[in-house]
């Protein structure tokens, strides 16, 4: 597994090998979604693959304005992957955004951001190499209804797995009885585990396109499912997750159902997460390894891991960008929100994973989601861990008791950080706590940010009434 092209001319060579008829190319925007044109394989030669395809900039929402709209998408040759789903053949192609003003790097291009924070760390001394490892859950249902109006609104979903369906009557097929019900979703058999085909043919495709799979499985939840792809560094992390989301997608919409990775769609049952693993690397050595030392881990291990908590609101401005992340970070569905670092542990937002020799010793952030824009996620995780590594600083810890099992009393008495409690609150944290970032974000990206979660994700939702809102108030 891996790449299929290293430059130019293989890519060349490739596409007319498969016989491609077009050339598909995909950028990202600010929060996170994959955007693309094709183009006809006979107008794609070494000019514009070298110079950059023209595009609309304006017509991406949070981006460039109305009179300066003309932008350039510069493909990167060595990212090329055929399309599995499409009729005639396609090749995949990522690309990073240009910005002919100010002839750079366009500094809201995700993907360039993520490069501008290797090269950082590179040039300041403390690593050349970040490795990341996300591991996205995700949900399958067969149905999904919602409706937002000024008089109304709602949502319905379902599986053929929830609980609520022991006592459904269906027209074409009889009621099988077999589900994991809530919580019990962690490694039934068929035919409980109802996705078991389904997640293989997801694990076939993902290694047609270039990931290594290693293990698919089935989530706490009902319907909720899980892929285990191997690492890699900063970009290839993270254009990984950018496939691994449309491969999930489109075998679930082949096969007549429909993936989410939202990151909290039932009430009452487990979430969706993005755990993180990362390391730094320097010279082929890994900088997190200690050996002897408590769970293998260097103190600049520990030091960067205090600086993603010291930086906690600002970070979940971009691990967790949608308000509904902060519906999973609740006690009580395993969703690590107490800011502390563990060897084994799964509930402290940073667990270090057993058993890791040299080069495998790396820690783990549980708090992050799939709403998340990857390559922002990674990229601010990698500065505030440098921060951290600068300042030295010190996180509280380790814990290895049970820490879902402590109440808000123990956490204040012990003192134990914890994430933000809304998306409200974390970016207003960004907002009085991103000098850590200048290195690599702009003022003006900054600001075009905190912006565009106000304006798209806080107060539309702050100022809509709930379901829940009419039980508890609608008689006072």
Same mark, same amino acid.
């Given at each position: 597994?891996?790449?299929?092209?290293?430059?130019?001319?293989?890519?060349?060579?490739?596409?007319?090998?498969?016989?491609?008829?077009?050339?598909?190319?995909?950028?990202?925007?600010?929060?996170?979604?994959?955007?693309?044109?094709?183009?006809?394989?006979?107008?794609?030669?070494?000019?514009?693959?070298?110079?950059?395809?023209?595009?609309?900039?304006?017509?991406?929402?949070?981006?460039?304005?109305?009179?300066?709209?003309?932008?350039?998408?510069?493909?990167?040759?060595?990212?090329?992957?055929?399309?599995?789903?499409?009729?005639?053949?396609?090749?995949?192609?990522?690309?990073?955004?240009?910005?002919?003003?100010?002839?750079?790097?366009?500094?809201?291009?995700?993907?360039?951001?993520?490069?501008?924070?290797?090269?950082?760390?590179?040039?300041?001394?403390?690593?050349?190499?970040?490795?990341?490892?996300? $591991?996205?859950?995700?949900?399958?249902? #067969?149905?999904?209804?919602?409706? =937002? %109006?000024?008089?109304?609104?709602? *949502?319905? +979903?379902?599986?053929?797995?929830?609980?609520?369906?022991?006592?459904?009557?269906?027209?074409?097929?009889?009621?099988?009885?077999?589900?994991?019900?809530?919580?019990?979703?962690?490694?039934?058999?068929?035919?409980?585990?109802?996705?078991?085909?389904?997640?293989?043919?997801?694990?076939?495709?993902?290694?047609?396109?270039?990931?290594?799979?290693?293990?698919?499985?089935?989530?706490?939840?009902?319907?909720?499912? $899980?892929?285990?792809?191997?690492?890699? #560094?900063?970009?290839?992390?993270? =254009? %990984?997750?950018?496939?691994?989301? *449309?491969? +999930?997608?489109?075998?679930?919409?082949?096969?007549?159902?429909?993936?989410?990775?939202?990151?909290?769609?039932?009430?009452?049952?487990?979430?969706?997460?993005?755990?993180?693993?990362?390391?730094?690397?320097?010279?082929?050595?890994?900088?997190?390894?200690?050996?002897?030392?408590?769970?293998?881990?260097?103190?600049?291990?520990?030091?960067?891991?205090?600086?993603?908590?010291?930086?906690?609101?600002?970070?979940?401005?971009?691990?967790?960008?949608?308000?509904?992340?902060?519906?999973?970070?609740?006690?009580?569905?395993?969703?690590?929100?107490?800011?502390?670092?563990?060897?084994?542990?799964?509930?402290?937002?940073?667990?270090?994973?057993?058993?890791?020799?040299?080069?495998?010793?790396?820690?783990?952030?549980?708090?992050?989601?799939?709403?998340?824009?990857?390559?922002?996620?990674?990229?601010?995780?990698?500065?505030?861990?440098?921060?951290?590594?600068?300042?030295?600083?010190?996180?509280?810890?380790?814990?290895?008791?049970?820490?879902?099992?402590?109440?808000?009393?123990?956490?204040?008495?012990?003192?134990?950080?914890?994430?933000?409690?809304?998306?409200?609150?974390?970016?207003?944290?960004?907002?009085?706590?991103?000098?850590?970032?200048?290195?690599?974000?702009?003022?003006?990206?900054?600001?075009?940010?905190?912006?565009?979660?106000?304006?798209?994700?806080?107060?539309?939702?702050?100022?809509?009434?709930?379901?829940?809102?009419?039980?508890?108030?609608?008689?006072?």
């Amino acid at each position: 597994m891996g790449k299929f092209v290293n430059n130019t001319e293989e890519f060349f060579k490739y596409c007319e090998e498969n016989d491609v008829q077009f050339v598909d190319l995909r950028f990202t925007d600010i929060k996170g979604a994959w955007h693309h044109l094709s183009y006809r394989m006979s107008a794609v030669n070494d000019t514009n693959m070298t110079v950059g395809f023209p595009f609309d900039g304006s017509s991406i929402e949070a981006w460039q304005p109305i009179n300066q709209s003309d932008m350039l998408l510069k493909a990167d040759a060595g990212s090329a992957f055929l399309d599995p789903f499409t009729a005639d053949p396609t090749i995949i192609v990522f690309c990073d955004v240009y910005d002919i003003y100010k002839e750079q790097a366009y500094e809201r291009c995700p993907r360039s951001i993520a490069k501008a924070a290797i090269a950082h760390a590179d040039k300041i001394g403390i690593a050349d190499e970040a490795f990341f490892g996300p $591991e996205n859950e995700f949900f399958i249902f #067969d149905d999904v209804k919602f409706i =937002d %109006n000024i008089n109304e609104a709602g *949502y319905r +979903v379902d599986t053929e797995e929830g609980e609520w369906n022991s006592n459904t009557t269906y027209e074409d097929m009889y009621n099988t009885g077999h589900r994991p019900g809530t919580k019990g979703g962690y490694f039934p058999t068929a035919p409980t585990d109802s996705m078991v085909d389904l997640r293989a043919e997801m694990m076939l495709v993902l290694e047609q396109v270039g990931l290594e799979v290693i293990l698919g499985h089935h989530e706490v939840a009902q319907g909720q499912g $899980e892929i285990g792809i191997v690492y890699s #560094d900063i970009i290839g992390a993270a =254009d %990984n997750v950018q496939k691994y989301k *449309y491969v +999930v997608k489109m075998i679930a919409h082949l096969n007549g159902k429909t993936a989410t990775f939202m990151p909290k769609p039932l009430y009452g049952d487990n979430g969706n997460g993005m755990h993180v693993h990362q390391s730094l690397w320097k010279n082929g050595k890994n900088l997190f390894y200690n050996e002897g030392a408590y769970g293998n881990l260097s103190d600049m291990a520990i030091n960067y891991a205090g600086g993603i908590f010291a930086h906690s609101h600002a970070v979940s401005a971009f691990t967790n960008a949608s308000t509904n992340s902060y519906k999973r970070l609740i006690p009580g569905y395993e969703a690590p929100s107490i800011l502390t670092y563990s060897s084994q542990n799964r509930s402290a937002a940073c667990r270090i994973p057993w058993g890791a020799g040299e080069g495998a010793t790396r820690i783990e952030m549980r708090f992050p989601d799939s709403t998340a824009n990857p390559y922002l996620a990674f990229a601010v995780m990698m500065m505030a861990g440098i921060d951290g590594i600068q300042k030295k600083t010190v996180p509280v810890g380790p814990m290895d008791e049970d820490l879902f099992e402590l109440s808000l009393d123990e956490i204040r008495e012990k003192k134990i950080p914890q994430m933000p409690h809304t998306l409200r609150s974390a970016v207003e944290g960004l907002i009085s706590d991103h000098d850590f970032l200048k290195p690599v974000f702009t003022e003006e990206f900054i600001e075009a940010y905190q912006h565009y979660m106000f304006e798209r994700q806080i107060w539309p939702d702050e100022g809509r009434p709930t379901a829940y809102e009419f039980k508890t108030t609608y008689q006072c």
